[in-house]
């Protein structure tokens, strides 16, 4: 992933209609690679949540799952979780375009459409919101 760059499009549909990152150009994105058999991925999700919470709108969060399809869904409404949007990619196809390696790895990407940061593995939340902030103040 390279800094200041536009990362991989890619085509998701989270139940409204088939978007793609693109079309999130305006306001930051934040992108979060998980795996439900991965401790550090799971211990962050509730730091994700807490993002959607503390942003609304003006922050889009997008969680990647590249498992069978229904693994990480199922997971999320288990533990209180299903607010956080979920891509089910279970062909690999967006988390292959990211190059993503170690789990977990979170991109976050700014309002232009271009990396501000790559963060990989468990972060605290101090660090994810100073993060997101950065993407938001001038």
């Known amino acids: 992933?390279?800094?200041?760059?536009?990362?991989?499009?890619?085509?998701?549909?989270?139940?409204?209609?088939?978007?793609?990152?693109?079309?999130?150009?305006g306001h930051p994105v934040v992108l979060d690679f998980w795996a439900t058999w991965c401790e550090p991925?799971?211990?962050?999700?509730?730091?994700?949540?807490?993002?959607?919470?503390?942003?609304?709108?003006?922050?889009?969060?997008?969680?990647?799952?590249?498992?069978?399809l229904g693994v990480a869904r199922s997971f999320l409404d288990r533990n209180n979780l299903g607010s956080l949007p979920?891509?089910?990619?279970d062909q690999h196809r967006v988390t292959d375009a990211y190059s993503v390696g170690p789990l977990p790895a979170t991109i976050i990407v700014k309002s232009d459409g271009t990396v501000a940061r790559v963060m990989i593995g468990d972060y605290p939340w101090n660090d994810l919101k100073a993060a997101v902030d950065a993407t938001i103040s001038p």
């Open 1 to 25: 992933m390279v800094l200041a760059k536009p990362p991989p499009d890619f085509a998701f549909d989270l139940g409204t209609g088939q978007e793609h990152l693109r079309d999130l150009i």
């Open 41 to 68: 991925c799971r211990d962050e999700l509730s730091s994700l949540k807490r993002l959607r919470e503390t942003y609304g709108s003006s922050v889009t969060v997008l969680t990647i799952a590249a498992q069978p």
């Open 86 to 89: 979920l891509l089910e990619d």
